[in-house]
């Protein structure tokens, strides 16, 4: 199964990035952009690409020993911003504002793939959500960012299944921060 480990996120701050999402619609008409939908809106914390069910069950059982070290988080909405930059983009984010404790647990969580021969992608981590992905075009991105706080009570697997009209994810298993 095609795989990631990730933070879905609650219904109100679904909401609130559809209508982000919206606004950036409008000024992008001339951009060719894959918006994320609104029930697909969550934060990769690690890609896992192709995994059999028996990597599954080693990614849960770390998993399950991870989230037991660490407690609830609050996280806050940050800016709107682009990957690589605004001068490329080839995504459109929103970040997370003081997301050092993300930054560990993402960490903590690489280190345990790669002990377990998982591959995984060593570039710099930002704590972010994915709202769009760019084709072609100029982007802008120059609307206020919301505001938004919100509870990470879980860490979830996800199933990714690709589809021509896009993604379906599914929760395979979630794993609750203490």
Do not use: C
């Not at 069910?53 to 682009?82: F, P, R």
């Not at 981590?125 to 919301?146: M, N, Y």
Request: proline share 6%.
């Amino acid at each position: 199964m095609r795989a990631f480990i990730a933070i879905n996120l609650s219904p109100d701050i679904k909401d609130i990035l559809e209508i982000t999402i919206k606004n950036l619609v409008k000024i992008n008409r001339g951009a060719k952009i894959n918006w994320t939908k609104p029930e697909n809106l969550h934060l990769t914390l690690h890609f896992l690409d192709e995994i059999d069910d028996v990597q599954a069950e080693s990614v849960t059982a770390e998993l399950q020993k991870i989230t037991a070290e660490y407690e609830k988080i609050s996280a806050v909405l940050g800016e709107i911003g682009a990957f690589p930059d605004l001068k490329n983009p080839r995504t459109i984010v929103i970040g997370i504002r003081d997301g050092q404790v993300l930054e560990k647990i993402q960490k903590k969580i690489g280190f345990e793939l790669q002990r377990l021969n998982l591959p995984i992608v060593l570039r710099p981590w930002k704590s972010h959500i994915t709202l769009g992905r760019v084709k072609t075009g100029a982007v802008k991105i120059d609307i206020k960012p919301p505001a938004g706080e919100f509870g990470i009570m879980s860490l979830e697997l996800m199933k990714s299944t690709l589809t021509p009209s896009g993604p379906i994810y599914e929760v395979i298993k979630s794993f609750e921060l203490r």
